[in-house]
Each structure stands twice: as C-alpha cells, then as structure tokens.
C-alpha cells in the first residue's frame, strides 16, 4: 500500500528536466550536424515545453540554423533533440560554441545538484583561418630627399572578405613631428592579400640622428587571423628614419695609366639639400700602393657646398709595375656623424679602379674583376 502510494506522488510531482550532448561537435563542410538531448522524469502523458537560453560564440540564424525559445517534448516521450545544424559561410572564424541553457518554469524542476542544466557543441570552421605577416621591402626612409618607408601586412588564406588588422606604433621617432602619423589599424580589402602602411619622413631641420618607426601586430580579438609564433620579425619590425643625406660612390673613369697625365677617378654623390660643405671619409686598398704607385688624395674629401658630386681623381706617379701590367685602386667610404651609406649594398659605397703600367703598352685588354 505504501510503495504504491509514494509511486502516485513521484508520478504527480513536477518533472526533472536535464540537458546533455549526443554529438558534441558539428561541423560546416562537410556538414555533420549536432545534437542536444532534452530528457524529462516523471508522467510522459503530456507534452512538456522546455524553455532556454542560447549562448556562446557561434550566433543563431548566422553560424547554425535558427532555433525558437523553447523545444516541446511530445507526449509519450522522455526525451527529445535539439539539432544543431551548422550554415557554411565564407567568413574564416574559427571554431565557436554553442552553449544551451535550460531555463526555470513552472511546468517543471531543474536537476538540484546545479548539473546538466548547460550543454555545449563546437562547430567546426571548415574556412583556413589566415596567417598575418608584416615585412619592410622599404626599410630606409630618409628626411633628406623624401624618400618613403614601406610596410606590408600580408595575409594568406581566403581572400573573399576584408581583413582588419591592429597595429601598435612605436619606436624612437616621433608621429607628426619625425613622420606624418601612422593609423592604429589597417584594412585588407576584400580580393586582395596585402596592404601597405607608408613611412612619409617631415624634415624638422633638426639633427637628431637615425631614428626609428616600429609597427607591431596586434592578435586578432575574434580570431579571423592568426600570427607567426615562430618569426618574431614577421610580427613586429621597424623602418629606419634616416636623418642625413646619403652618400654612394660609382666609377668615373675607370682606367688610368701611370703616366700623371692620364688619370682615373671616382665620383662620390650626395642626396638631399646642397647648402652646405659635406665631408667624407674613406679608406684606400688595392694592389697598387698610395704615394708610391699614385697620388694620395687629401684625408678627407669635401663635397663643397652648391655642389652634389665630388670627383676624386687618381693619378699615377710615373712608376713601373715590375711584377704586374696593372694594379688596382678601391676606395671605400668610411662611416661619419654627417652622412649614411647604404649599407645593404657595398658597390654603393666601394669601388675599384685599375692603373696601367704605360711602359707596357696601352690598355686594349683589360682582365676583369679585382
């Protein structure tokens, strides 16, 4: 009589309602669909609508098939499923979640523990998230002669949508005074795989040295993009702001003869205003020696004001090779406070000449290399 009594009152008593996960994962291509179970206790003579909350990254109508409030469970049923049925798009956004709660209602009980009252399923982006990179194919901008610094932010990947990519600025220059301000984030249009941000020097008339701009590339908030963890250079890297003008060298004429009426000579040339003398230094090597096989130039040449090109000349003594039919001249630029060189390029700022012995006839056939 007693267990027959407290059957009737578990049969009459509001019904448990808890939530679980059949396929806790779905995914857009190739399309696999997930599913939560909606499970009840008690009398199954009546349906039960179950009321929830729909949460997590992944946005209903957008990333899965809409669903309603609520989910009914037929009468003559414990259960039922809510499907998750994930809508494939072209947007790269990475894994998200979706979060189902069960929400409090009259018509039943949630589990008194606190468990099974939240469920969740990933759904898997079959999009490549890209990875984002930024290089300096332009690394020297210089205020003398406006010449422009160049980043790129690259991207691979899908290239369907727009990209935004945030930047943090930095470095030893400073914006609107060194160079005209750099934005705070940067836009790859849809269709494309790059963008460029331009270093555009301001001459201040200042002398202040070689300074620097730095862009470094911000994780991405939402996860459409991924960075290098590997290159620390292909997340952050800088441009040279260079603050004085440069200085390269080529070859004038490039044969002399001993005889001092036939010189050879170098050409060295500034960038940039004029309205003041430069001084250069260098150095001198070859075969053939300085003050015995030729003239020594001065110790430091001087590019005069007014004027953007030096000519440097080399003159032969009147001696004889014994042991050679010609010798060489190089004269490398040397580093000083008043000027750069480009260093990623030593025939800017290194030369050779030859001087032939014209005891041994003319130069019809000059050998090459040094």
Same mark, same amino acid.
């Given at each position: 009589?007693?267990?027959?009594?407290?059957?009737?009152?578990?049969?009459?008593?509001?019904?448990?309602?808890?939530?679980?996960?059949?396929?806790?994962?779905?995914?857009?291509?190739?399309?696999?669909?997930?599913?939560?179970?909606?499970?009840?206790?008690?009398?199954?003579?009546?349906?039960?609508?179950?009321?929830? $909350?729909?949460?997590?990254?992944?946005?209903?109508?957008?990333?899965?098939?809409?669903?309603?409030?609520?989910?009914?469970?037929?009468?003559?049923?414990?259960?039922?499923?809510?499907?998750?049925?994930?809508?494939?798009?072209?947007?790269?956004?990475?894994?998200?979640?979706?979060?189902?709660?069960?929400?409090?209602?009259?018509?039943?009980?949630?589990?008194?523990?606190?468990?099974?009252?939240?469920?969740?399923?990933?759904?898997?982006?079959?999009?490549?998230?890209?990875?984002?990179?930024?290089?300096?194919?332009?690394?020297?901008?210089?205020?003398?002669?406006?010449?422009?610094?160049?980043?790129?932010?690259?991207?691979?990947?899908?290239?369907?949508?727009?990209?935004?990519?945030?930047?943090?600025?930095?470095?030893?220059?400073?914006?609107?005074?060194?160079?005209?301000?750099?934005?705070?984030?940067?836009?790859?249009?849809?269709?494309?795989?790059?963008?460029?941000?331009?270093?555009?020097?301001?001459?201040?008339?200042?002398?202040?040295?070689?300074?620097?701009?730095?862009?470094?590339?911000?994780?991405?908030?939402?996860?459409?993009?991924?960075?290098?963890?590997?290159?620390?250079?292909?997340?952050?890297?800088?441009?040279?702001?260079?603050?004085?003008?440069?200085?390269?060298?080529?070859?004038?004429?490039?044969?002399?003869?001993?005889?001092?009426?036939?010189?050879?000579?170098? $050409?060295?040339?500034?960038?940039?205003?004029?309205?003041?003398?430069?001084?250069?230094?260098?150095?001198?090597?070859?075969?053939?020696?300085?003050?015995?096989?030729?003239?020594?130039?001065?110790?430091?040449?001087?590019?005069?004001?007014?004027?953007?090109?030096?000519?440097?000349?080399?003159?032969?003594?009147?001696?004889?090779?014994?042991?050679?039919?010609?010798?060489?001249?190089?004269?490398?630029?040397?580093?000083?406070?008043?000027?750069?060189?480009?260093?990623?390029?030593?025939?800017?700022?290194?030369?050779?000449?030859?001087?032939?012995?014209?005891?041994?006839?003319?130069?019809?056939?000059?050998?090459?290399?040094?």
């Amino acid at each position: 009589m007693f267990e027959r009594l407290e059957a009737r009152s578990l049969m009459d008593s509001a019904p448990v309602v808890r939530i679980s996960v059949m396929e806790p994962s779905a995914a857009e291509f190739p399309r696999e669909i997930g599913e939560f179970v909606i499970r009840r206790t008690g009398a199954i003579t009546s349906p039960l609508t179950v009321r929830y $909350l729909i949460s997590g990254r992944a946005v209903s109508g957008i990333d899965f098939t809409p669903l309603d409030v609520s989910v009914t469970i037929p009468a003559g049923r414990r259960s039922t499923t809510l499907p998750i049925i994930p809508i494939d798009d072209v947007g790269v956004e990475g894994d998200e979640e979706v979060v189902i709660t069960l929400l409090d209602d009259a018509a039943y009980d949630l589990d008194a523990t606190g468990q099974n009252r939240s469920a969740a399923i990933t759904i898997r982006d079959n999009d490549r998230v890209p990875r984002v990179i930024i290089t300096t194919p332009d690394r020297m901008a210089e205020e003398v002669g406006e010449r422009v610094g160049r980043f790129i932010i690259e991207r691979s990947g899908e290239i369907d949508l727009p990209l935004v990519v945030n930047l943090r600025i930095g470095g030893s220059a400073t914006p609107n005074v060194d160079y005209i301000g750099l934005p705070d984030r940067v836009t790859i249009r849809a269709g494309r795989t790059q963008a460029s941000v331009f270093v555009r020097p301001l001459d201040d008339s200042l002398f202040e040295g070689n300074e620097t701009v730095r862009i470094t590339l911000q994780p991405s908030e939402d996860g459409s993009f991924t960075l290098s963890q590997t290159h620390p250079r292909r997340v952050s890297t800088w441009v040279v702001l260079r603050d004085r003008p440069m200085v390269s060298i080529t070859v004038a004429d490039p044969v002399a003869t001993t005889h001092p009426s036939d010189a050879a000579a170098f $050409l060295i040339t500034r960038s940039g205003p004029t309205d003041r003398a430069l001084r250069i230094a260098y150095s001198l090597e070859g075969t053939a020696a300085a003050g015995q096989d030729y003239v020594r130039p001065p110790a430091l040449l001087t590019i005069p004001a007014g004027r953007s090109t030096l000519l440097v000349k080399i003159t032969g003594r009147g001696t004889q090779f014994t042991d050679a039919r010609f010798k060489t001249v190089r004269l490398t630029i040397e580093p000083l406070a008043g000027y750069n060189r480009d260093l990623s390029n030593r025939e800017s700022y290194s030369r050779y000449l030859r001087i032939w012995d014209d005891t041994q006839g003319p130069p019809y056939e000059i050998p090459t290399g040094v």
